[in-house]
């Protein structure tokens, strides 16, 4: 994934994953990104048992869409 994301030229993503054992791998990812040009503005973890769609597109609604807004705001 790391090598798609520098050869994507992306420079800043949210990581929306299933808290399993599959998606904890977005924390190795995270991980791998410190240092390089691609931020993690925000990732957010979701439980197995409460996942669904509508349930996906309220965290994508209501985190990721704000994630400017909030540090937009916080700003002096």
Known sequence: MHEFLVAARWTMLTMIYINDTYGRGCREL?????????????????????????????VVRNKVYNINKKQETSRP
Do not use: F, H, Q, W
């Not at 691609?38 to 509508?54: D, F, H, L, R």
């Open 30 to 58: 995270s991980e791998r990104l410190v240092g390089s040009d691609i931020c993690v503005v925000g990732s957010v973890a979701i439980e197995p048992e409460k996942y669904n769609v509508t349930m996906l597109e309220d």
